[in-house]
């Protein structure tokens, strides 16, 4: 699961860093720290009784490293003007309470960014799926392939755009994808925004 969930994550992030470009006043390189940690209570808050993770990813997008023993990592050559974003990288066994990425401030030469993972029993199940869609468009063959995504049960669905034709078109696309049963994720293309019109 953690290789394919890893690809996702990363796409994710080069979507967003697409998407965001920041103003062309970025500056120099920044330190990025912080720390992944078992959140046993859920509510995304590290308590002195929650340990932290060794051996999680954390990337910037351009560079990966490692979080040591006591969950902690260094990120120390971030450049705000490729890396938008600080993400976490889900082992296989856990999931994220909130957010898994963090902005990248681009006026601060140091900043921290922590990501709370709790347990997640289903993500070390070997049959183990999630759906990727891209260009739905909300087409007359969609509910055919909806049915085939219910099919195989995955744990979630992820659409990555175009998910209509026009802005005019979400009230159908909402109607239909209702029908997912699993958590449906969507990430726009150029067809869902308004310079599609
Ligand atoms: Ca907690």
């Known amino acids: 699961m953690s290789s394919r969930l890893s690809g996702y994550l990363f796409l994710g992030s080069l979507v967003l860093s697409c998407l965001l470009p920041l103003s062309a006043t970025s500056v120099q390189a920044a ?6 940690f078992h959140d ?16 999680v990813i954390v990337s910037d997008g351009v560079d ?3 979080t040591g023993s006591d969950g ?12 938008h974003f ?10 994220c309470v909130g957010k898994f990425y963090r902005r990248v401030q681009s006026d601060v030469k140091e900043s921290s960014a922590d990501f709370a993972l709790a347990p997640a029993p289903e993500s070390v199940d070997p049959d183990f799926s999630f759906a990727h869609t891209a260009d739905l468009h909300v087409t007359s063959g969609l509910l055919d392939d909806l049915k085939v995504i219910e099919g195989f049960k995955p744990a979630f669905t992820i659409a990555t755009g175009d998910l209509v034709d026009s ?3 979400y009230p159908r696309h909402v109607e239909v994808m209702r029908r997912i049963s699993a958590p449906l994720y969507n990430a726009h293309g150029n067809h869902d925004l308004p310079v599609a019109d």
């Not at 902690?72 to 890396?83: A, F, I, Q, R």
């Not at 600080?86 to 082992?91: A, G, K, R």
């Open 31 to 36: 330190i990025v720290t912080g720390c992944v």
């Open 40 to 55: 046993a209570n859920g509510n995304g808050q590290r308590e002195p009784t929650e340990s932290g993770i060794e051996g």
């Open 64 to 66: 990966s490293v490692l």
């Open 72 to 83: 902690s990592y260094v990120l120390p050559n971030t450049d705000p003007e490729w890396s």
């Open 86 to 95: 600080v993400f976490v990288v889900s082992p296989t066994g856990y999931k």
């Open 167 to 169: 802005r005019t078109g």
